[in-house]
């Protein structure tokens, strides 16, 4: 059984930096796709970036050019570097596997099945 977990989330300025980091454990998750989403108070968790079994990647219209999503399979590890950070990227930003789209970067939850608790990202203007 795959868990995942979330950290480097915190309250930061608009302009700033910030690496959120996902951990699994319990399997490697080298051969699953894996997405970061976000949901802010009151709104649909969306899709922000999400990264191949092969590590091409994709991310959300909003996030391109600030966000970048990568992984390091030896250390079991998913990151989302967010530059740039603006007041509208305050959410609880959540990571995600899925272990059935394989090469393929789903924007779709549903397609993703195992996700972590989440980690709170707050950025003030």
């Known amino acids: 059984q795959v868990q995942l977990v979330e950290s480097g989330g915190g309250l930061v300025q608009a302009g700033d930096s910030l690496r959120l980091s996902c951990a699994a454990s319990?399997?490697?998750?080298?051969?699953?796709?894996m997405g970061w989403f976000r949901q802010a108070p009151g709104k649909e968790r969306e899709f922000v970036a999400g990264?191949?079994?092969?590590?091409?990647?994709y991310g959300r219209d909003s996030v391109k050019g600030r966000f970048t999503i990568s992984r390091d399979n030896a250390k079991n590890t998913v990151y989302l570097q967010m530059d740039s950070l603006k007041p509208e990227d305050t959410a609880h930003y959540y990571c995600a596997a899925s272990t059935t789209t394989g090469d393929i970067v789903s924007m779709f939850r549903y397609d993703y099945d195992i996700w972590g608790q989440g980690t709170q990202v707050t950025v003030s203007s």
């Open positions: 990264i191949s079994w092969r590590s091409n990647t």
């Open positions: 319990g399997r490697t998750v080298s051969r699953y796709a």
